[in-house]
Structure formats: C-alpha cells, structure tokens
C-alpha cells in the first residue's frame, strides 16, 4: 500500500512569493493534518481537515490556508513568503481526526525561502 | 498556551546503553500524551498514553505517564545504532468544546545517537 505522498520534495523560492503543497493520504484515511517543522524544533500544527471541512488551526497568520478535495486530497498554501517559513512541511493523515495509532505522516516537502 | 520541554536535547550513548528520555507538559485540558520517532524526514508512532502508571512497551522500548507530576518517560535498553534518531514527544488537549481537533503539541525533540 502507498503511504503518504508529498509533493515537491524540495522547493525553492524568494520573499514575497506564493508557495501550493500537495499531499495525498493513505487510501481510506479522511483525515489530513498540516505541520511545520523549523530545523532543530518539533513540528507545528498548522491545520487538520476531515471529510473535506476545518477541523482545527493552529497559531498561523492568515497568510497559511489549507483545503481539503473530495478524494481527501489537500493542499497549504503559503502567500507572501517570509525567511521565516523556511521549513519542513508534514502532511500526515488518518482515519478519523484523533486517531492517532493510525495517523502516518508523510516524507515532506523541503521548503527554502530566499 | 500548552507547552512541551524534552530532555536532554541530545544524548550520545554506545551500543548497549539504556537510556531515558523525559518529557513534561503543561496543558489545559489534557487528553493523551504520544511518543513518535523521527528518522531523516516522517515522524513515526510509537506509543499513546493516557493513563498514569501504566507501562506501555514495544520490544526494548517502554513508557510511562505521570500525570499528577506532568511527565512522561521513554526508556530504551540494549540500544542499537539504529535506534539513532530524533524522539518527539507530544501531547493532546481538549479545547474548550471539549474537542480537541487533532491539535498536538510537540516538544522539541531529543536527538539519540547511538555509536557500535
């Protein structure tokens, strides 16, 4: 079985500019959480969608937004890039929202701001 | 604001070594404590507690919550080098609709190295 997917691996961009990743969940799983992960820091929670509404934020600026397809699909967008969003970005999913001997996180996207 | 503090921060021990690691929390509401193993990238479960004093174990690996006093500890014994990894703790808490929506707080992580 697929686990979890991201996608890109590695992005690069520069101040200012607006950033989509992508993450696919296991098959059957209706949960998608979003984390940041700051070199030498724990990951922070960002967002969790279930059956395709928001379940929960975390201490973000608005500037962080998430959506949830129909085939359980998500996507975090990130608009006017900062240095500080320079991070690992985990998707990790689930079959329900706190399940959590069930949620797998994914191998994440590499996210460098210049 | 919940909060979550590990320690040590890193820890360098040889190949048969037992090590502990710590974990304490302060949080409103709390609801489950979870331990995850973190290699190069995805984190990866290893345990849930939510009960004081009961032991959790998975081969050489085993934890405890003490939730009078607010901290969890993840033992490892005979470790291996491939027991080399980041260990994040985090922690689950109800908001105040009782729900808590999937939020985890972690720690920091403490960085295992285990050398042959």
């Not at chain 2, 979870?34 to 345990?47: D, I, S």
């Amino acid at each position: 079985d697929a686990g979890v997917t991201q996608s890109p691996t590695h992005l690069i961009k520069t101040r200012g500019q607006h950033v989509t990743l992508r993450c696919s969940p296991i098959s059957g799983h209706k949960s998608v959480s979003w984390y940041q992960q700051v070199l030498g820091q724990g990951p922070q929670f960002i967002f969790q969608y279930y059956e395709k509404e928001e379940r929960g934020r975390g201490n973000f600026p608005d500037r962080f937004s998430a959506r949830q397809f129909p085939n359980y699909s998500s996507e975090l967008n990130v608009n006017a890039l900062l240095l500080g969003d320079s991070a690992l970005y985990l998707c990790a999913s689930s079959l329900e929202g706190r399940r959590w001997e069930t949620q797998y996180f994914g191998p994440g996207t590499r996210l460098l701001v210049l | 604001e919940d909060k979550v503090v590990q320690s040590p921060l890193s820890l360098v021990v040889h190949e048969g070594d037992t090590v502990t690691l710590n974990c304490s929390y302060e949080v409103t509401n709390f609801r489950s404590l979870l331990w995850y193993k973190q290699e190069k990238k995805a984190p990866t479960f290893l345990f849930m507690l939510t009960s004081s004093g009961i032991e959790k174990k998975s081969g050489r690996l085993s934890s405890i919550l003490d939730k009078k006093e607010l901290f969890s500890i993840l033992n490892i014994t005979a470790t291996q080098t491939g027991d080399s990894a980041i260990y994040l703790c985090a922690v689950e808490a109800e908001d105040a609709g009782g729900t808590s929506y999937g939020k985890l707080t972690f720690g920091q992580g403490t960085i295992l190295t285990v050398h042959p």
